[in-house]
């Protein structure tokens, strides 16, 4: 199963993503579950540094990735939430679609360091 987490901050926006695993549904090269959600991810979070050249921290291997957003320009970090509500949406579909094979959770409002 894959498990992504959105990390809202006090003020509502998103900071952080977190997605690791794999969906298991089927064998790898054929897995329509896995590159439907890899290529969201990647979409969205390449849009957020590429296009909107957001600061942020990453860390990607293999059925892992971390995306922190580090960034004091309120527009940019408005303009990243816009694709991450965006992927929100879209992985919470896959997940309605596919419930044992994708989880997607937002923690809001807690202290993360």
């Given at each position: 199963m894959v498990?992504?987490?959105?990390?809202?901050?006090?003020?509502?926006?998103y900071i952080k993503l977190i997605?690791?695993?794999?969906?298991g549904f089927a064998n790898r090269?054929?897995?329509?579950?896995?590159?439907?959600?890899s290529s969201a991810v990647i979409i969205n979070v390449n849009g957020c540094i590429e296009v909107i050249n957001v600061g942020h921290k990453i860390e990607q291997k293999e059925g892992y990735l971390?995306?922190?957003?580090i960034e004091e320009?309120?527009?940019?970090?408005?303009?990243?939430?816009?694709?991450?509500?965006?992927?929100?949406?879209?992985l919470t579909e896959?997940?309605?679609l596919y419930p044992?094979?994708?989880?997607v959770e937002?923690?809001?409002n807690e202290n993360y360091t």
């Open positions: 498990n992504v987490q959105f990390f809202k901050d006090k003020k509502g926006n997605s690791k695993g794999h969906s090269g054929q897995d329509i579950v896995c590159s439907a959600i971390y995306f922190e957003i320009d309120l527009k940019k970090i408005d303009y990243c939430n816009i694709l991450l509500e965006s992927l929100y949406i879209g896959l997940m309605r044992k094979n994708i989880k937002v923690k809001e």
